[in-house]
């Protein structure tokens, strides 16, 4: 608390990332992070990059990334916006395209940066509660509202909306912009992106932090119609023209270029995942149906809190929410088989 603080930086509630704790031997499932290290193409090829041109600014449209992105989701490059992360894309999303009169709609459980930019550019929230098997149902969205956002497959849940679902979800407010925040599609969701040509009021979002293994580059992107990238560019320009330096546009170029690494490397996820959650289940975890590269699971007997804290004192580290309607679930990122392991056995002597 500061009396030099603005009203709204009294009014804020900042969004808590899972720890990053530096623990030897830590088994890592708390943040989502990819196991598997980045493509070695991208790699090899922000070596490459950082070199004398650094003394340069980089380009400020990062157009071959725009291209590089376009041509693999068959879009054109003014359908295209990049940024130093999802979360400062959504940020300028937030910000350009849902603050509207009537309030931004969105699930009561999903990614809880949403809230937080809420309050941040003073935009009103309603949220929708996820029904009782924790998905959304897109008939709860037949309301007034200036804008929808919200994440498929969704988070922490895992659920993925179909596109059928997501169609009804444009159709029902063709009026209004409607965010589909990808950020775990590629690990078995459809994207939403193969709508963009028809429906000029969708916007999907992605990053490259889950399934491309780039946590640490930050970069993130949008695609949608024109006018809406528009929208978002001129926010960008009002705040920073070089959001992505050339390091990072090098190797998010080659990463996406790299198709044969991302298949494999998601391929290998999507399979852990599916073991994980048969021997959470085996364990008698109730586990929701995911699509992402995190499972979400509780157990009927066993406090969630208390599980996620006795397996801290194990060094594996799980995410646990302190919120309503999900306070007894954690929330497992797919590790490596080997670490996925260690978690069973942990939790086998702690269930048992
Ligand atoms: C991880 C995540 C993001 C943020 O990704 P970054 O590009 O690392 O900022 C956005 N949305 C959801 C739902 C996420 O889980």
């Known amino acids: ?15 808590t990332p899972g720890e990053q704790v530096q623990i030897p031997g830590l088994v890592k499932l708390n943040t989502n992070e990819n196991p598997y290290g980045p493509s070695p193409l991208a790699l090899a090829a922000m070596r490459e990059a950082a070199g004398d041109g650094l003394r340069k600014y980089p380009d400020p449209n990062g157009t071959a990334l725009k291209d590089a992105l376009a041509a693999s989701h068959g879009l054109r490059r003014e359908q295209v916006f990049v940024g130093n992360s999802s979360d400062e894309v959504l940020a300028h999303v937030f910000q350009s395209l849902l603050k509207h009169e009537l309030p931004l709609l969105s699930p009561d459980i999903s990614y809880s940066f949403y809230p937080t930019y809420c309050s941040l550019y003073g935009i009103a929230l309603r949220t929708v509660p996820l029904n009782d098997r924790f998905q959304i149902d897109v008939a709860d ?45 590629d690990f078995g969701a459809s994207s939403a992106a193969t709508l963009i040509d028809r429906y000029d009021n969708l916007l999907v979002v992605q990053t490259f932090s889950k399934s491309r293994s780039l946590a640490g580059l930050r970069v993130g992107f949008a695609l949608g119609h024109a006018d809406l990238v528009a929208g978002l560019e001129r926010v960008k320009n009002s705040f920073n023209c070089y959001p992505l330096s050339q390091v990072a546009l090098a190797g998010a170029v080659a990463a996406v270029e790299d198709v044969a690494y991302f298949e494999q490397t998601r391929a290998a996820i999507i399979a852990s995942r599916e073991r994980l959650a048969a021997d959470l289940t085996a364990l008698g975890f109730e586990v929701l149906p995911s699509q992402a590269n995190f499972v979400f699971a509780r157990h009927p007997e066993h406090d969630a809190a208390a ?46």
């Open 1 to 15: 608390m500061s009396r030099f603080w603005s009203d709204v930086v009294h009014r804020l509630t900042p969004y």
């Open 141 to 185: 969205y037949d309301q007034p509202c200036g804008a929808v956002i919200l994440a498929n497959p969704n988070a922490p849940t895992g659920h993925p909306l179909s596109l059928a679902s997501i169609e009804r979800l444009l159709s029902l407010h063709p009026d209004r912009v409607v965010v589909i925040d990808e950020a775990y599609v």
């Open 307 to 352: 599980l996620a804290a006795a397996l801290r004192e194990r060094a594996i580290l799980v995410r646990h929410f302190r919120q309503p309607r999900i306070e007894q679930f954690l929330r497992i990122s797919i590790g490596t088989d080997a670490e996925c392991g260690k978690l069973v056995a942990a939790l086998r002597t702690l269930v048992a």
